[in-house]
């Protein structure tokens, strides 16, 4: 069936720092692709997705590149801020069953 | 403010209580889900409705049981409460099934002692 798998955590970085978290998939068709942030004491909020292969989704400095040959959809920032402490989330839906897959999520800290 | 709304923020209860989640969404979307998320911040999906109609029904204790009085909303019901049930649970929303994404609610932690 399908599935997410995202690297766990935590992870902790220094402000201005690179980011990436990596995140693959399997699923038969061609899913869409989403990334969702959790913040501290609040629900989860889409921070970016991808429909089709090679779409790039991106917002608040984030990106995440649809790679249908290694089925991954990794989501980068250049400088990582404090503000940006939180968990996030990989996720994929399924066309044929409609259902949504999230990864188990991974705890970002931006240390100043 | 079109969103994803859901009461209350914070619950807690003594088990064996029976208790109810409200969730409403003013977007609207045709399919509205309930998720719970563990310590761990693992979510699972417990259940969705799609124009009343139960769609999926991941194997949860039937202590739990959804109820939408109209296409905007969709409750929570749990019945006699255990420490186990103690979680944070989301409401959901979608148009487009699954496509377009989720728009979630804040959450409702409950607190189970």
């Known amino acids: 069936g399908d599935s997410v798998t995202q690297m766990e955590g935590p992870v902790t970085l220094s402000e201005e720092a690179f980011l990436t978290i990596n995140c693959t998939y399997t699923?038969?068709?061609?899913?869409?692709l989403f990334w969702y942030v959790q913040y501290p004491g609040e629900g989860l909020q889409l921070l970016l997705k991808?429909?089709?292969?090679?779409d790039k989704g991106s917002n608040k400095g984030f990106e995440a590149t649809y790679r249908k040959e290694t089925t991954s959809f990794h989501l980068e920032k250049g400088s990582v801020q404090v503000s940006d402490s939180a968990v996030y989330f990989c996720?994929?839906?399924?066309?044929?069953?409609?259902?949504?897959?999230f990864g188990t999520g991974t705890s970002l800290t931006v240390i100043p | 403010d079109t969103a994803v709304s859901q009461t209350p923020k914070y619950l807690v209860t003594q088990m064996g209580n029976d208790k109810s989640i409200k969730c409403e969404q003013n977007?609207?979307?045709?399919?509205m889900y309930w998720y719970k998320q563990d310590s761990k911040k693992f979510l699972k999906i417990m259940f969705s409705?799609?124009?009343?109609?139960?769609?999926i029904n991941e194997t949860v204790p039937n202590r739990f049981s959804p109820k939408s009085p109209d296409k905007a909303h969709l409750n929570l019901h749990i019945n006699s409460l255990e420490l186990g049930d103690s979680a944070v649970y989301f409401c959901?929303?979608?148009?487009?099934?699954?496509?377009?994404?989720?728009?979630f609610g804040s959450g409702t932690r409950l607190t189970v002692v």
């Open positions: 959901a929303s979608s148009q487009e099934g699954s496509l377009g994404g989720y728009t």
């Open positions: 699923a038969t068709g061609y899913p869409s």
């Open positions: 991808a429909t089709k292969a090679d």
């Open positions: 996720a994929l839906s399924d066309i044929i069953f409609d259902q949504f897959y």
């Open positions: 977007l609207g979307h045709d399919t």
């Open positions: 409705y799609n124009n009343k109609e139960l769609i």
